[in-house]
């Protein structure tokens, strides 16, 4: 159980940096570590599911996981937003 007090959305923002340089819109949620304050900076790994990113761990270790899943409807699509990061996490990702 974690007792949040106060949380403040702070800037958000996202790079490419290849193939060519350009400024993406992103949202941060919730349940996951906070990105430190220089930033992170990595390739990125896409898969489309989680069973797709647990047999490729090694591929998403100290990378950043992109979840390419197909949308199927609200309710079962919305997992990978709960969820995403921190499963993310449990294969060594640095975000998602």
Do not use: C
Request: hydrophobic share 40%.
């Amino acid at each position: 159980v974690h007792n949040i007090t106060n949380w403040i959305r702070g800037n958000e923002l996202l790079t490419l940096l290849e193939p060519r340089e350009q400024k993406m819109s992103i949202l941060g949620l919730g349940n996951s570590v906070g990105t430190p304050k220089e930033g992170i900076t990595g390739e990125v790994f896409v898969v489309s599911s989680f069973d797709e990113l647990k047999s490729n761990s090694k591929n998403a270790f100290g990378k950043i996981v992109l979840f390419n899943a197909p949308f199927v409807n609200y309710d079962e699509t919305v997992i990978y937003r709960e969820i995403g990061a921190s499963e993310a996490a449990k294969v060594g990702a640095i975000a998602a």
